[in-house]
C-alpha cells in the first residue's frame, strides 16, 4: 500500500450524501436488524423487495442458531435515516417480528464513473469505483451481462471478462 | 405504507424501559459478540441458557469462516447496560474467548397485549404487537401450541393456524 | 497412523445393528432431505423432537440459499429403514413440503463403553469409543456435567476436562 | 401418528415419474453437488436460473468454509437423470468446477391436487398435498400472493393466512 | 447449450481414475460426513489438513443447527475408495465423532491441460478444462498469483484477470 | 455468579490499549463490514491475509443470502482506528466492493499472562485470561501442539488435554 498516496487525498465526511460522483464518507446510515424465528423465508424475500423499494440501500440474511434448536434468520437492512420510518413500518407489517434493532454506521463510498465496453455480443455499461483517486474497481452490470450471453449462448463469466478487459482498456 | 398513518403518533424514546405495554424505542440496550475458534457446541449452548437467565434479552450464533480454515462461531447477545457485567463474566467464564466486543443499540419495540384463542384442542395465550396503533403481529404462544399439538396428534402448523384465525377474529 | 493396525481387526458389516459394543458398520441406513422455503423455524424445533421420538439417529439444519432469494433450510435426518416410513408422515405432517430425497448410507460406528468419573463436583458417566481396539474417544455426559456445573457454579468446560482426566486414568 | 392408517395405503415407486397427481416414490432422480471457491455470487444466481430452465427440479447453495480458509459456495442440483447432461454442461460452462460429484436419490412426492381460494383480495390458486389419502399441505401459490398483497398495500401473510383458511374451509 | 456437440464425444466411466488428462467419470469415490457437536474450530482445520495428506481430493465444512441449541459442524470429506480407511482413522482419532456415514459417489473430471501465461509480474501456470473437447475453464494458480501480486503490490484480481485473458489468447 | 467479587475490581477504559497485561476495555476499536456478491473466495482468503498484516486484530466471513438468490459474503474486520486507513485501502483494492460500513465498538480484553508447558512430547506455551483477577481462560498455543501432535503421531486433542492439565496444575 502506498501510504504516501493515501495521504494525499482527503475523502470528505458527509451527511446523507447522494452524490456518488466523489470519494466520501456518509454518516447518516443505519443498520437495521431483525432476528426472526417464526417466518416463512417465502415472506423474507418479499420483505427484501419491498424495503429496497423504500430505499434501503441493502438488505441481507444471515443463517442464526437460535434458543430452542431453531434455525432463524438474522435479517439486516441498510438505510438512510430518511428511509428508516418506512422501512420499519414495513419489517414490523410483513415479518413476524416484536422489535427492531438499530444503530449507526459510516459508509465510506468510492468515487463513481461509467463506461461502455463494446464486447462482440453488445455493449455493456460498467461502473468503476475510485479510491483517492486511483481506479480499484470495474464492474459490468449484470443484467446487461446477463441478456447478452443468454441471447449469445455463452458463458456468462466470458461477458464479464470481456467487458472487463475493454474497459480497462478504454478508461487507461 | 400509509404515511399519514405512520406520522400520527409518536414512539417514545425511553432508557431501559421494561413496560411493553407502550410502543417505544428503547436506547439503553447493548450488543455484545464473542467470536469463537475453539469451543465446542456443547458449550455454547449452556452459555445461551446461562446468559438468558442472567437477563439476556437474545442470544444467538453465526457461522462464520475465520483465518487458518477455521469453521467458528460469532456469538452475539442482546442486553440492557445494567444486565452486562453479568453477562460478560459468563461469557469470559464459560466460553474460551480473551475479548468480548460491544457496542450499543436501540431497540424500537412494539406495543404488545395479550388474547386468549379457545381451539377445538385447548387454550392458547397469543401475543399481539401494535405499530402505531394498528395490529401487526399476532403470534401463538410456542410452547402451548407445542403440547396440545402433541397431545391430540395433530401437526402443529395446524394448531398454529387456528389460534391465529381465532385471535384475529376476537381483537378484531 | 498405523497402518498396520489399521489392518489388524475386521470392522464388520451388519444390516440395522444396534449393538453398540463391538465397533461395525451399519448397512441399513438412510438419509432422508427436505428443502424448506415455507417453513417456521419454530415449527422445525418441533420436527427435530418429533423424529427423534419416532427413532431418528439424528436430525439437523442447514441454511441455504434458495431461488427467489429465500433464505431456506436444508432439514437432514439419519434414521433406520425400518423408522423411515414413521419418520416420513412426520416430515410430511409437520412441515411444508411436498418432496422428501432419500439415499442410502452406511454407518461406521466406534465399539462404545462407559466409564465412571468421580469429580469434586459429582459421578459424570463418561462414553468411551474404541476404533481397532484401541480408545479413541472420550465424551463426559453433557446433561450430568451441565446440572454439576450449575449446581456447584463452576464453568461447565471445567467439569468436562475434569472428568476426561479422570476417565482417561482410570480406564488406561 | 396413525400407523394404521399409515399401512393402509401402498406408494407406488416409479422411474421418472411425471404425474404428480399421485402420492409416489421416484427413482430416477440424482443430486449433483460442486464445490466453488472461484465462482462469483453474481454468476451463481445466473446458473441457478440456467439450471432450472435446463429441467432442474430443485437448486440451492450452502455455505461451506474450505481449505486455505475459503468462504465457498456449495451448489447442488436435483434433477431427473434425463436430463443430467444438460445440466452438467451449464455447470462446466458457467461455473469454475473442473468436477462435479453425482449420487442417485429416491424422491418420495406427494399426491397434488390444486383449489382455488377467494379472498377479498382477488382469486389465489392453492396446491394441496396428500399423504396416504389424507391432506397435509395447503400452500398458496407465491407469485400470486405477493401480487395480490402489493396492489392492495396488506401484509403477504395476512393474504397467505386467507387462502389457507379459505383453501380449508373449502376442500374439508 | 449445444446438444448435438454435447452427444458427440462419449465420456468414459472408470473406477479410480487418475489420469486427468481425458475427460471421465470417475465411479470409485467416497463422501463422508462426520456431524461434530463437541470439536474445537482449532481441531477441525488441522483434520482438514490430516485429511488432505492422507489422499482425500476435498474437505470442507458446513455450518448445522443440531439439537439442543448447539451451533455444530457437518464435516465432508471426499475421496477414494482405496484412501478410505486411512481417512477414518484420522477423523475417528482426530475429531470427538463415534460414527462417520458414507455413500459412494460418482465424479465427472473435466480433461486437464496446463499452459503458461508471461505477465507483467511473472510467470503464472493457468490449469485449462475441456468438457466434450470445448474449453470452458481457464484457472490460474493461486498461490503463484498471490505471490507475484504481493512481490509487485498490486491486486491479486488484476492477476488473476491478467494471467485469464493471456491464457486465453494462447490457447485459442 | 458472584455478584459482590464482580464489583471489586474496577476494569479501565483505555483508548487504544495495547498492554495486554492488564484487563481493559478499549474504546478506540472500529468494525468494517463489506458485503460481497462478486469476488471470488480464493481472492478472500487473501484479503483476510492482507489485512492482517496491516494490523487488523480479527478478520472473519460470513454467509449471507442476498438479493437476486445471491449466496455472498460479509466480510467483517475488526482493527484500531489507527490501522483504519490502511485496511480500507486493502478492501478497495482487492475485493469488488464500492462502499464500506464502519462503527464503533468497544473491546473488553483480559488480562493476560503466559505459562509454559511440559508436556511428554515437548514445551508447549500457554495463554492465561484473567477476568477481576481470577484465571477464566487456559489456552494453548495451537501451532505448537499442532507441529507437536505431527511430530509424535499422536491426535491434536489429546495435546491440547495435556497441556491444559499441566498449566491448570502449575498456576494454581
Redesign the interface.
Known amino acids: 500500500?502506498?501510504?504516501e498516496t493515501?495521504g494525499e487525498k482527503e475523502i470528505p465526511t458527509l451527511w446523507e450524501q447522494r452524490d456518488h460522483s466523489v470519494e466520501h464518507v456518509d454518516e447518516g446510515?443505519l443498520?437495521m436488524?431483525v432476528?426472526?424465528?417464526?417466518?416463512?423465508?417465502?415472506?423474507?424475500?418479499?420483505v427484501?423487495e419491498q424495503c429496497?423499494r423504500?430505499g434501503a440501500n441493502?438488505?441481507?440474511?444471515?443463517?442464526?442458531?437460535?434458543?430452542?434448536?431453531?434455525?432463524?434468520?438474522?435479517l439486516q437492512v441498510?438505510c438512510y435515516q430518511s428511509a428508516a420510518?418506512?422501512i420499519?413500518?414495513?419489517l414490523?407489517?410483513?415479518t413476524?417480528?416484536?422489535?427492531?434493532?438499530?444503530?449507526?454506521?459510516?459508509?465510506?463510498?468510492?468515487a463513481?464513473r461509467f463506461a461502455t465496453a463494446q464486447t462482440q455480443w453488445g455493449e455493456v455499461q460498467v461502473?468503476l469505483?475510485y479510491?483517492?483517486g486511483k481506479r480499484?474497481?470495474v464492474?459490468p452490470e449484470?443484467a446487461v451481462c446477463?441478456q447478452l450471453?443468454e441471447a449469445a449462448?455463452v458463458?456468462?463469466?466470458q461477458v464479464?471478462?470481456e467487458a472487463?478487459?475493454l474497459a480497462v482498456e478504454k478508461v487507461l
Open positions: 500500500m502506498d501510504e493515501a446510515m443498520i436488524q432476528n426472526l424465528d417464526d417466518s416463512s423465508p417465502e415472506w423474507l424475500a418479499y427484501l429496497m423504500a441493502d438488505v441481507h440474511f444471515l443463517p442464526v442458531t437460535m434458543k430452542k434448536s431453531r434455525p432463524g434468520t438474522l441498510m420510518e418506512a420499519k413500518t414495513i414490523f407489517s410483513e413476524t417480528t416484536f422489535g427492531i434493532r438499530t444503530f449507526p454506521v459510516a459508509c465510506h463510498r468510492l463513481r461502473k469505483g479510491h483517492r480499484v474497481q464492474a449484470y446477463a450471453a449462448q458463458p456468462l463469466k464479464y471478462q472487463i478487459r
